[in-house]
């Protein structure tokens, strides 16, 4: 059960087949004996790793009475680490398992990088003998591939569309057939790609790259719109300016994968930077906070995203997701019972310990236990997901293996966790809402309604002589003395006393609860 925690290198072989996206390749030195050799190889390759014995060409000396052997891990996570995680993988299982190995070396496999591609798309010719605005409609409407015959060529290196007529020319796939006097070609919308750059492996630097700039540019946008709406006067020209003259470089940037229309590419900027600016601005005029709290709620925003990706990764591609079928509506059975039980314990605490009065006299919805004690426990999940994404990154960056001795103990200390924190904080605001309650009671005020309890500050007046009616819990009130009510279940009437801070059980029939004068 606990799998869900571990890496690629710690399943079986099918389900590693399957999830891994690094391969580090090991040469390994294995004792020259035939029956170590074996369960040598066996054992690697259980765990769905590529082994093969060294050849002439990887030139890996072999030691005295060892055989060299190339062992491909695979892994799944981040490229950092991913190397020295696979390398405590096959250390850990010759450990476990005591296998006569030993590493000699060790590296990430890096895949042969893609050539640089020109994509093109057919679109339809302008209409011959058109006036210059139809021919400038048609244009910035085939910019946007409006005008697109629904076919597109790939090519490898700079652009080239002598050949990629050619090649649209001679091959048919069942299409409209290219004709270059009825089509022309459309280049792909994006940046211009420098050619003479070095080639990115698997996309990683380019992506990283283009994300930070995105990103800070996004963010620049967002604070210049935020400061429109939160200064005054004519300082608000200066981040308007600095947004309206960034539409044209960014449109342009934007769109310099080929030329096109001056309007296009002004409005591809306008969308982006004024949208930008513009969401912006919805989110400084509709706070009233100031920059810096807007920014501390922006970096709050950010942790909870780094907790949720964490939950992902670390319950994605992992046992908990090939058994969540069976495995959630498990989990969520029990709630079912646990969440009333639960919350009639809350409502014990926030009627017995603060006013002395019990649960049983005071009637509430029969759904008010069950949200009562949502809140504790949705805190309590919470707090154990912040475990689980702390797993989750330490899982994508192959720090598990290192943990692994604590898995065992980390598991029932998360539900111990758990268990305790909903207890504590499900307690701790019952107890905080009835010592509000109590304090608005002795200042005279009508209390706040809390999940199903609605107390009232009536008075009392006896329908008998006060001395005759039986009291529990002292003498009978004053008929001038505000007095705190829940409500009644039974034939008895729970009150409590704001004054003398006790609770009293009257006889329904041998009172009467109404509204205290104003002046009380």
Known sequence: MFQWWRSATDVNAGEAQL????????????????????????????????????????????????????????????????????????????KER?????????????????????????RRRGPAGAGRVVRWLYE????????DVQRALSLPGAPDEAAA????????????????????????????????????ADGTRELVTRGAAGGAVTAAFLVCGALIADLDGWWRLVPALLVAA??????????SNEPRPFVFRLGIGVALVGGTALVGWMWGADNEDSLATQAL????????????????????????????????????????????MFGGLLHSVYL???FGIPSAAVPVEFYAPVWMALRPVGVAAASVLLFIAMGGWARHLHMVSTLREMLFVSIPLLCVVYVLT???????????????????????????????????????????????????GGPLPPADRPMLFFGAEGEHVWLWDPVREEPLRIRQEDVSLADCPADT
């Open 19 to 94: 999830i891994y996206n690094r391969r580090v390749r090991v040469a390994v030195q294995i004792l020259d004996h035939p029956e170590e050799r074996r369960l040598a190889v066996e054992e690697l390759t259980a765990q769905g790793w590529a082994v093969r014995e060294a050849e002439a060409a990887d030139r890996i000396p072999a030691e005295a009475r060892h055989v060299a052997y190339v062992v491909e891990v695979r892994v799944r996570g981040a490229r950092l680490g991913a190397r020295a995680g696979a390398v405590r993988a096959v250390e850990g299982l010759a």
């Open 98 to 122: 005591k296998l006569p190995l030993w590493i000699r070396d060790s590296a990430l496999v890096v895949p042969v990088p893609p050539p640089r591609r020109t994509t093109y798309h057919v």
């Open 140 to 147: 910035l409407a085939a910019a946007v591939g409006l005008a």
């Open 165 to 200: 007529v050619r090649e649209l020319t001679d091959r048919d796939l069942g299409g409209r057939p290219f004709d270059p006097a009825a089509h022309t070609l459309r280049r792909s919308l994006g940046p211009a790609v420098d050619d003479a750059a070095a080639p990115d």
């Open 246 to 255: 960034s539409c044209w470089p960014v449109g342009r940037w934007l769109t």
């Open 297 to 340: 709620r922006v970096g709050v925003a950010v942790l909870l995203l780094l907790v949720l990706a964490g939950v992902w990764l670390a319950l994605s591609h992992s046992w908990f997701s090939r058994n969540a079928q069976w495995v959630v509506p498990l989990l969520a059975t029990p709630l079912v019972l646990v969440l009333p």
């Open 352 to 354: 017995t310990e603060e």
């Open 422 to 472: 909903a207890l504590l904080v499900g307690m701790d605001g019952a107890s905080t809402a009835a010592a509000r309650t109590a304090g608005a009671a002795r200042e005279g005020q009508d209390p706040a309604r809390y999940y199903g309890f609605d107390g009232r500050l009536l008075c009392v007046r006896p329908l008998t002589a006060p001395d005759a009616a039986p009291v529990l």
